[in-house]
């Protein structure tokens, strides 16, 4: 392939990509992570009376953020790898939400016990984790989180019903996932047997049909840099 001739100006043009999303490095761990809402609000200012109203916009987006201990060559080899596949803001990331320590494991009816993943794979003899609260790539089939949508749910709708088939009770601040798109429980609005209503941010992306899998353990949020030049230290 030749390189782009010069552009307007004689600059050189740049090179045209298709937007790509990048798989997040299965090696890479973090020591601490978390999302948070941004939300896009404007305000008059404050008033003579010292009131102020603001607007609060639906299209409240995600920011993410942590610590990833990068030691090994292995490690060292993959963030390079990865960093160089994003081509700075041009590409999509399909980060993991790595917020296991606050999910609703499975209880055990018998013993009362919580079915971490850890745990699940002590009690099948599988445990080969590295002791934090988010390694491991198999989740053994008794410490899953089953839920699906219960009922269609509009583009832009911020309650939505989740048919949970196993798993402890929903809280208020857990997150998922619906296909590349990641949710907050916001309230609980009512438990009906199987069925749970909740109120959720940012608003639904897309459509949500009934029988959707929704992805508690699992859940993953297209991103970008925020930063071009991000790197890394070691």
């Given at each position: 392939?030749?390189?782009?001739g010069?552009?307007?100006g004689?600059?050189p043009?740049a ?5 790509a999303t990048?798989?997040w490095?299965a090696?890479?761990?973090?020591q ?5 809402l941004?939300n ?9 009376a010292?009131?102020?109203q603001s607007i ?6 995600w ?19 990865f960093?160089?596949q994003?081509?700075?803001k041009a590409?999509d990331v399909a980060?993991p939400n790595?917020?296991g320590q606050?999910?609703?494991?499975p209880?055990e009816a018998a013993?009362g016990r919580v079915l971490t993943p850890k745990v699940a794979q002590e009690l099948?003899?599988?445990?080969g984790?590295d002791?934090t ?8 089939t008794?410490?899953?989180?089953n ?6 749910a509009?583009?832009?709708a ?5 048919n949970?088939?196993q798993g402890g009770?929903?809280?208020?601040g857990?997150?998922f996932?619906i ?11 009512s438990?009906?047997?199987?069925v749970?209503?909740?109120t959720?941010r ?9 029988t959707?899998?929704?992805?508690f353990?699992?859940?993953?949020c297209?991103?970008k ?5 991000e790197?890394?230290e070691?």
């Amino acid at each position: 392939p030749r390189q782009p001739g010069p552009g307007p100006g004689g600059r050189p043009a740049a090179a045209l990509r298709l937007m790509a999303t990048i798989t997040w490095p299965a090696s890479l761990k973090p020591q601490d992570f978390g999302f948070s809402l941004e939300n896009a609000e404007q305000s008059g200012g404050v008033g003579l009376a010292g009131g102020e109203q603001s607007i609060v916009s639906p299209g409240a987006r995600w920011r993410a953020g942590g610590t990833f201990a990068v030691r090994t060559n292995e490690q060292v080899l993959a963030m390079r790898s990865f960093l160089a596949q994003l081509d700075g803001k041009a590409n999509d990331v399909a980060l993991p939400n790595f917020d296991g320590q606050r999910l609703s494991w499975p209880v055990e009816a018998a013993t009362g016990r919580v079915l971490t993943p850890k745990v699940a794979q002590e009690l099948e003899g599988t445990l080969g984790l590295d002791g934090t609260a988010y390694a491991g790539l198999e989740i053994p089939t008794t410490a899953a989180i089953n839920v699906t949508v219960n009922a269609d749910a509009a583009l832009r709708a911020t309650t939505i019903a989740l048919n949970k088939t196993q798993g402890g009770a929903f809280i208020a601040g857990q997150q998922f996932g619906i296909g590349q798109r990641l949710y907050q429980i916001a309230t609980i609005v009512s438990v009906v047997s199987a069925v749970t209503t909740v109120t959720i941010r940012p608003p639904l992306r897309s459509a949500a049909v009934a029988t959707t899998a929704v992805l508690f353990t699992r859940p993953v949020c297209l991103m970008k840099l925020v930063n071009h030049a991000e790197s890394m230290e070691r």
